[in-house]
């Protein structure tokens, strides 16, 4: 099954980087242009698009290098 990044390009035509087993790093927000507004009776002009998952990866690696120093630092200690 493709990425959200990879059916993100497709259909809203962004460029993305995409890779196998990637994730975006970071916050990204998307402000898209709504090209028919008819299919949303005229009530919005634009469509916002926020990807958050890349905050998780951060996360992630921050508490790994904080466990990677703490360990580093009891080692040096024994």
């Given amino acids: 099954m493709p990425g959200?990044?990879?059916i993100f390009n497709k259909i809203f035509e962004y460029h993305l980087?995409?890779?196998f087993g990637r994730s975006t790093k970071g916050i990204?927000?998307?402000l898209q242009k709504i090209q028919n507004r008819?299919?949303?009776n005229d009530l919005f002009d634009f469509i916002i698009?926020?990807?958050t998952v890349g905050f998780k990866v951060?996360?992630?690696i921050i508490k790994n290098q904080i466990k990677e120093q703490?360990?580093?630092q009891v080692i040096l200690l024994k």
């Fill in 17 to 19: 980087t995409t890779g």
């Fill in 28 to 30: 990204y927000l998307y």
């Fill in 70 to 72: 703490y360990y580093q």
């Fill in 58 to 60: 951060l996360i992630k």
């Fill in 4 to 6: 959200k990044s990879i």
């Fill in 38 to 40: 008819a299919l949303f």
């Fill in 49 to 51: 698009l926020l990807d």
